[in-house]
């Protein structure tokens, strides 16, 4: 086949459509694999930056960039009609959910109207957005399929779902096994090639289809274990058992058991999203996923506990919640990245503000929050600082926390995630 020779002796242009945590390490990879790249994105001051060099992923640092862009295979851009000159086409655009809770597709049927419009004879195009199973060959083949155009014969299409854990140091997009499903075989063959030059293993399954409910159920396992250890710290609270011992505890057997732990919430483009994805979708075929959607309300539910926790954390130190200080201590959706989306931190600040409480952050990776109704700055955190606070609250571990100082100097501390663990208990310190 042309285009898969092709592929195989970096013959190729491949394009990466949208540079966000998914798609700006890809683009590096293929740069990495012999190929010529383009980087698409929709915003002038990202592409601007990344035409400079700078980074605005804490994965992918200035120095592995500058390496990309002085191969002279990296270029980036804004114009799209750069559409017409590549060969492949990896699409890394959002799937949020809408107002309603629905799969939100308009970023994908963008990028597929735009690759439509400049689009040529022989191309792969491979959509790596999380959406629901059907999604490809229900929403995206017929758009090309118009105008006499076949799959597997003018053009290639498949599916192949991301899997970035932003902040993870041992696994990144190299060393992850990558599904990939094809509309037809031609079509898998194609985009196997592709990726088999940028990551170390291919998992090639039958279908887009198969390949979109891979993602969806890596993402609602993990969603639905999250809930059963939250609704599980929730019962250690009333029965006076620490669930953090419980867990290190429960871990040390060798089989048959994966630990999980509690925290204020979900949050993230993937977890909070996708099990909604699929719980839609089974609903429109007449199936109710109970398991998903008790998960879901579990999990949605953190955020007012951690509220309550702090509250009676409060009132036994003698201070009310009406008129507190309070301080959250990182509020990234987890520790050592720089994204606020879906976190329950900002839900945990509403929370908090709606019983009078009067809150501030501090947080390094996110120096101010604008996502009304909540606009501030970060504050720092020092053993004078922390003399302002009646409370503080940790809602991401970073490894910049300066616990020793929180520790020693809080008047008092809500630990959600555990932080204080080799520091000891004191008269101050409740944890989830």
Not at 265 to 274: E, F, W
Request: aromatic content about 8%; hydrophobic content about 40%; some cysteine.
């Amino acid at each position: 086949m042309q285009l898969v020779e092709k592929i195989r002796q970096k013959r190729i242009c491949a394009c990466v459509m949208g540079l966000g945590y998914v798609g700006l390490p890809l683009a590096l990879e293929f740069v990495r694999a012999g190929y010529r790249v383009v980087g698409l994105d929709s915003d002038p001051r990202r592409i601007h930056d990344l035409q400079e060099a700078k980074s605005h992923i804490l994965d992918v640092s200035a120095e592995r960039l500058a390496e990309g862009l002085e191969t002279g295979r990296l270029e980036f851009t804004c114009d799209q009609r750069v559409l017409a000159e590549v060969d492949t086409v990896s699409i890394c655009v959002p799937t949020p959910l809408g107002k309603t809770g629905d799969p939100d597709l308009s970023f994908v049927q963008s990028a597929f109207e735009s690759i439509r419009r400049h689009r040529r004879r022989g191309q792969l195009y491979v959509l790596q957005s999380t959406t629901y199973p059907g999604a490809t060959e229900e929403i995206v083949l017929p758009v090309f399929s118009g105008d006499g155009w076949k799959v597997g014969e003018d053009f290639y299409l498949a599916f192949s779902p991301e899997r970035v854990d932003p902040g993870n140091e041992r696994y990144a997009t190299r060393n992850i096994p990558k599904v990939v499903g094809g509309v037809t075989p031609k079509c898998a063959d194609c985009a196997c090639a592709l990726y088999e030059g940028a990551v170390a293993q291919i998992v090639r399954v039958a279908s887009p289809r198969v390949a979109e409910m891979v993602k969806l159920l890596e993402n609602t396992f993990r969603s639905v274990n999250i809930a059963l250890v939250n609704e599980v710290a929730k019962m250690c609270h009333l029965l006076e058992v620490d669930v953090w011992e419980v867990i290190e505890a429960a871990k040390t057997k060798p089989f048959g058991f994966m630990p999980f732990y509690p925290g204020p919430g979900l949050g993230g483009h993937c977890i909070p999203v996708d099990p909604v994805y699929l719980s839609w979708k089974a609903r429109q075929a007449g199936f109710e996923a109970r398991f998903i959607e008790l998960a879901d309300e579990v999990n949605n539910s953190m955020p007012r506990f951690v509220v309550e926790l702090t509250s009676k954390a409060l009132h036994k130190t003698g201070k009310a919640i009406d008129g507190a200080r309070i301080l959250l201590a990182g509020v990234t959706y987890k520790a050592d990245v720089s994204d606020i989306r879906e976190s329950p931190a900002l839900d945990v600040w509403v929370g908090l503000e709606r019983l009078g409480a009067v809150v501030s952050y501090s947080d390094p990776y996110v120096p101010e929050i604008d996502a009304p109704p909540i606009k501030a700055h970060s504050r720092p955190v020092s053993a004078e600082s922390l003399r302002e606070y009646d409370c503080v609250v940790v809602l991401a571990n970073h490894k910049s926390l300066d616990r020793e100082c929180i520790h020693a100097h809080a008047n008092c501390i809500v630990d959600t995630r555990n932080a204080f663990a080799d520091l000891g208990q004191n008269g101050r310190l409740f944890k989830l």
